[in-house]
Nanobody, 115 residues
C-alpha cells in the first residue's frame, strides 16, 4: 500500500504560479497529476515515470506546467505557471504500479484561479 500526501494548492490570480507537491510512502512505476473541475470528468494533466526522462502533458497545459520528481524524497511536483481561470479544479496525485492503471490516489488539493 502506498500513501500519497499532496500539498501546495491555493488561491491565485490569473497569470500567477503555484507548485503542487506529492509525497509518496513507497515507489511505484509512474506518478500522475489529475484534476477535476465542477461538472467535468477527472482528467490526466501530466505524468512522469520514476526512471528515465519520459513525461506527458495534456495539450491545455503544455508550455505552462512542468512535472518533475525527486527520487531521493519520493516526491513529485507540478509547477504551474501562467495559470488561467479554467485551471481551477481539485488536483489529485496518483501512483501507478503498471502502465495501464492508477492504483493509489491522494486526497486532492484545491486550486482556484481568479480572473
Amino acid at each position: 500500500q502506498v500513501q500519497l500526501v499532496e500539498s501546495g494548492g491555493g488561491l491565485v490570480q490569473a497569470g500567477g504560479s503555484l507548485r503542487l507537491s506529492c509525497a509518496a510512502s513507497g515507489r511505484t512505476l509512474r506518478m500522475g497529476w489529475f484534476r477535476e473541475a465542477p461538472g467535468k470528468d477527472r482528467e490526466l494533466v501530466a505524468l512522469i515515470w520514476w526512471t528515465g526522462p519520459r513525461t506527458y502533458y495534456t495539450d491545455s497545459v503544455k508550455g505552462r506546467f512542468t512535472i518533475s520528481r525527486d527520487n531521493a524524497k519520493n516526491t513529485v511536483y507540478l509547477q504551474m505557471n501562467k495559470l488561467k481561470p479554467e485551471d481551477t479544479a481539485v488536483y489529485y496525485c496518483a501512483a501507478g504500479t503498471n502502465s495501464q492503471s492508477w492504483s493509489y490516489w491522494g486526497q486532492g488539493t484545491q486550486v482556484t484561479v481568479s480572473s
